[in-house]
């Protein structure tokens, strides 16, 4: 009750920032003219700010996108209010962890540092699909793209922050809808991977956002381990009405929404958590962390489970290996099978940067 209090009235916490910061707002101390920033998800609604906000400050911006024509639509907008902006275009699918592969060669092929990597894109499907890799769309979308994308660019962070000094900060966009999943996350995942039988679209969403959280989890325990100096944290950036709702456009979804309105957030002001991880100089060194409000905040109780992180960062390594693997489905079934003596076996600390 008290915190709800807190975000409706928008009091600030310790950080000085609230529900009602925005995200100039809690940059405007910022100066990032000698960082390097992708952005996924940055065409529209939250991203699209949350790139808008960091080019105002002066990053190099990178926005991969599946449309090229929206993307290109995307900075130009930025570049109509800020000229001497840098954004560099790229095409990205990131249910296609072949589309992600070639997205990293062509960056890579760029020569650029990487100081800040915003996983933000997010998918909500009403309808039942599968990824050309054969899994659900909203975990291929959500959270195995991003798992990929994050695995392959972070030699490139690493480096960039070892001969900058500037610390690298991934930042993982999830939602407090990570709360609402509840049962076995790789089960189901296979379930809604072979057919629609069992397939909820809200069930899965929050299963592909808690996935997030368990990603920057063990993600900022393998950085730590590396000693890299870049942290990974994870955000949930409050409820506003995006694009991300296209797919249930209707008459429950606008009452919901009008009855939420109170609760609800501008998208300046949904995108401050994301730029307040990915810039404030007051979080050096934090790491593995999840915020709301600007703030540090507390997750479920499955999204601080260290044992399903390290679940399903080896089912995650199994499902992105190349192609000349077993299947999605043999994969599955033999982790399922097997998961906990793997668990306990696999030295997790020998994680390799490819």
């Known amino acids: 009750m008290i915190e709800t209090v807190k975000h409706l009235v928008g009091s600030g916490g310790p950080s000085g920032f609230g529900s009602r910061s925005t995200a100039e707002h809690v940059t405007a101390n910022c100066d990032l003219r000698s960082l390097t920033a992708i952005i996924t998800g940055a065409t529209s609604g939250i991203g699209a700010e949350t790139a808008r906000v960091l080019a105002k400050r002066g990053a190099r911006l990178v926005i991969p996108a599946r449309s090229l024509k ?16 840098e954004i560099i275009v790229m095409h990205l699918d990131l249910s296609s962890l ?6 990293v060669d062509d960056f890579e092929s760029l020569h650029l540092p990487l100081n800040i990597l915003i996983n933000n894109a997010g998918k909500y499907a009403q309808k ?14 959500n959270y195995l ?12 962070m690493i480096e ?12 993982n966009v999830t939602s407090v809808i990570h709360s609402w999943f509840s049962g076995d996350m790789l089960q189901y995942v296979a379930d809604i991977s072979r057919n629609n039988r069992n397939y909820d679209a809200t069930r899965a969403y929050a299963l592909s956002k808690l996935a997030n959280v368990l990603h920057t989890i063990e993600l900022s325990r393998i950085l730590h381990k590396m000693d890299a100096n870049v942290t990974a944290n994870c955000v949930h950036p409050g409820i506003v009405r995006t694009r ?29 958590t994301t730029c307040y991880v990915a810039t ?23 999204g601080s489970c260290n044992l399903k992180a390290q679940r399903l960062w080896t089912a995650s390594e199994l ?36």
């Open 128 to 141: 039942h699909a599968i990824s050309e890799d054969g899994v659900e769309m909203t975990f291929a979308t």
């Open 319 to 354: 499902l992105v290996a190349p192609a000349s693997t077993p299947n999605v489905y043999q994969t599955f079934n033999y982790f399922l099978a097997n998961d906990a003596s793997m668990c306990k076996s696999q030295d997790l600390d020998s994680f390799t940067i490819i």
């Open 145 to 156: 793209g991003h798992f990929l994308l994050t695995k392959l660019l972070l030699k490139n």
């Open 244 to 272: 991300l709702t296209r797919d249930r456009d209707g008459l429950i979804t606008d009452l919901v929404f009008f009855l939420t309105s109170k609760l609800l957030k501008s998208v300046p002001q949904a995108a401050a």
């Open 160 to 171: 960039t922050a070892e001969q900058t000094g500037v610390q690298g900060r991934i930042v």
């Open 70 to 85: 929206t993307a290109e639509e995307t900075k130009s907008r930025i570049l109509s209010e800020f000229p001497d902006a």
């Open 98 to 103: 072949a589309s992600v592969r070639r997205f």
């Open 280 to 302: 404030s100089p007051r979080l050096r060194n934090v790491c593995g962390k999840y915020f709301s409000d600007c703030n540090e905040a507390r997750t479920s109780k499955s």
